[in-house]
């Protein structure tokens, strides 16, 4: 395993790889879902993803239930110290709203915030995590009100690192501004929809999903904000061929880029899998992807992507651009 600081200097050390547990307790049931987190924490991994959300949307499910399977598995291992906590807050459904998720979420009020940082640390069973994220935007409050309910918890030592998901680049950079201007801890972490292909200019998604811009990764590249990177495979179609690239992603250009992704990793002789999130893992910037698995086979090959040598990615780099150089000509 390899390990980074992450959210700034003085962030926590964090494996290059987290693991997103976002469907334990649900569609992954527990005795699978402890398999994985026992097999991540045995290859060295320490950085899990949640958030007090998960997964509200399957049936039956309250969105409490990754948190609750995460916090049991915390004490029954007994390796909270060992282990690296992201989650987040402001996307749950609040049954006081009638109105359809996202218009239904928590939101990020003071009030929201606190509410909602303390009922994580309560199902996860810890006095703090290492990352807390702004999951979605809430356009009804004001930045400065948000920023200030993440520093209070950072006072409180509750949270090491304040972070952002799913807000455009825009936002991050006048909520990062809010927090300077009331000299308070700001947000320097971000986590994004990110993969080895990148979305069509103005593609939007039914949920209230964010890719990383151009202008986003430059602050990643110049240490402004750490980065998580999420749907790191597409929903799986960057590495089957039976599942066919989201409309989202759909040009000549991406499915030219897919094909050489393919043809590079069998000439390698490592797995799409591998080589997609190497991609992210050893590029400029570097990005910590979050792997979603839902058995211990796949976590083995997505810990692969560790011992892809960088001369691979490079082969990759090589191979677009000489690909895209012979479509201009």
Not at 160 to 187: I, M, Q
Not at 295 to 322: E, F, H, M, N, W
Request: hydrophobic share 45%; proline share 6%; net charge negative.
């Amino acid at each position: 395993m390899e390990y980074t600081t992450f959210g700034g200097p003085t962030g926590p050390q964090v494996s290059t790889l987290a693991l997103g547990v976002m469907m334990f307790g649900t569609t992954t049931d527990e005795a699978t879902s402890v398999a994985i987190l026992d097999r991540f924490r045995e290859a060295g991994g320490t950085f899990l993803d949640t958030a007090d959300c998960y997964a509200f949307w399957v049936d039956g499910a309250t969105g409490h239930e990754s948190e609750d399977l995460l916090g049991r598995w915390l004490a029954s291992r007994g390796c909270r110290e060992e282990m690296v906590i992201s989650t987040k807050l402001g996307a749950q459904p609040d049954p006081a709203f009638a109105a359809p998720w996202p218009r239904n979420a928590e939101g990020l009020s003071a009030p929201a915030v606190q509410a909602a940082a303390e009922g994580s640390l309560a199902r996860l069973g810890t006095d703090h995590v290492e990352v807390l994220f702004a999951h979605i935007e809430d356009t009804s409050v004001t930045f400065p009100e948000t920023v200030g309910a993440f520093a209070e918890l950072i006072a409180e030592g509750k949270v090491a690192v304040a972070g952002v998901s799913n807000h455009p680049t825009s936002r991050v950079k006048r909520a990062r501004a809010a927090a300077e201007a009331l000299d308070v801890p700001g947000y320097t972490a971000v986590q994004q929809r990110h993969a080895y292909l990148r979305a069509l200019p103005g593609a939007g998604f039914s949920s209230p999903q964010e890719t990383a811009d151009d202008e986003l990764l430059a602050m990643v590249r110049d240490g402004e904000v750490s980065m998580m990177a999420y749907a790191t495979l597409l929903e799986g179609s960057l590495v089957r061929p039976d599942r066919p690239l989201p409309r989202q992603y759909q040009s000549p250009e991406n499915r030219m880029r897919l094909r050489t992704l393919w043809h590079v990793a069998d000439e390698a002789g490592v797995t799409r899998t591998q080589l997609a999130l190497a991609w992210l893992l050893r590029g400029d910037p570097a990005i910590v992807p979050v792997v979603g698995v839902s058995s211990v086979a796949q976590l083995d090959d997505a810990l692969g992507a560790l011992d892809v040598p960088r001369d691979v990615v490079t082969a990759l780099a090589d191979a677009v651009a000489q690909a895209v150089a012979e479509t201009a000509a």
